[in-house]
């Protein structure tokens, strides 16, 4: 009878050590803490207002209505998450951000001045201009802050952010795109001098899945939608700059 008692007192004990904690186990997978980068392809354009009423300003409004149109940019950057818990972050970064619009390709009359600096429209090979567009980048320093919702316990859970980011305009540049008659085409940038607002306020939203390969990295495929709340400019006929795009970002757990 003793030697019984004895051994399921054994079995017992080894029984109860070899128990995994499960809290235990889950402080240890949580990082509070993680620091990341990230890439977003954008499709960028604006949204025009009149702002003085005018007729004038709504003419001008849909002309550029229907000759403008979106443009591709980017926003790309370093970020910093703060876990509260393993559902709820919050998160900061800086970020740069190339966002505008483009006209559309026209059709050109031969002997049009496009060209500034050339005037009229020959090119060294003797090639007249066919067609031409302008696209318009805004370059901005953004600082965006969101908080970050997850879902789900697996490796791959759902995601959603909701937030704002301040943008800090650095500069605007032109671009002309000019196609000639014989096929060849010819690319010139140069910075606009226009006096655009110096800061704008873009709230965002974004859904998709979060990949948590091991306990520290974790990699973010996130659709993001972004629209400038302010003007961009005091004019008769101003522009309010949105953006949505693909954020791709990958994360490294600190603590």
């Avoid at 993680?34 to 960028?44: A, K, L, T």
């Avoid at 318009?136 to 995601?159: E, S």
Wanted: overall charge positive; proline content about 3%.
């Amino acid at each position: 009878m003793k030697l019984i008692t004895f051994l399921l007192t054994i079995l017992i004990t080894v029984n109860l050590y070899g128990q995994e904690n499960p809290e235990a186990t889950a402080n240890a997978n949580f990082k509070k803490i993680q620091i990341g980068v990230n890439f977003s392809p954008d499709y960028c354009f604006r949204t025009l207002k009149n702002n003085d009423g005018s007729a004038t300003s709504d003419m001008i409004l849909k002309l550029r209505n229907d000759n403008e149109t979106g443009k591709l940019g980017y926003t790309t950057g370093l970020n910093i998450i703060f876990n509260l818990n393993k559902n709820i972050g919050i998160g900061a970064g800086i970020q740069y951000s190339n966002k505008g619009y483009q006209l559309k390709m026209e059709d050109l009359t031969y002997g049009s001045m496009i060209d500034p600096r050339r005037g009229f429209t020959n090119n060294p090979s003797g090639a007249t201009i066919a067609s031409a567009k302008f696209i318009y980048n805004h370059h901005y320093i953004d600082i965006p802050l969101k908080v970050n919702f997850n879902f789900g316990k697996k490796k791959i859970r759902f995601i959603t952010s909701v937030g704002v980011a301040t943008n800090i305009f650095i500069t605007e540049t032109s671009t002309s795109v000019l196609k000639y008659d014989d096929g060849t085409k010819d690319r010139d940038t140069q910075q606009t001098t226009y006096n655009y607002n110096k800061v704008n306020v873009s709230p965002f939203i974004s859904a998709g899945i979060d990949w948590k390969f091991n306990d520290r990295n974790n990699l973010k495929i996130e659709p993001t939608v972004r629209y400038g709340a302010l003007k961009i400019i005091d004019a008769p006929v101003t522009g309010y700059l949105w953006n949505a795009g693909l954020n791709i970002s990958y994360y490294f757990g600190l603590k």
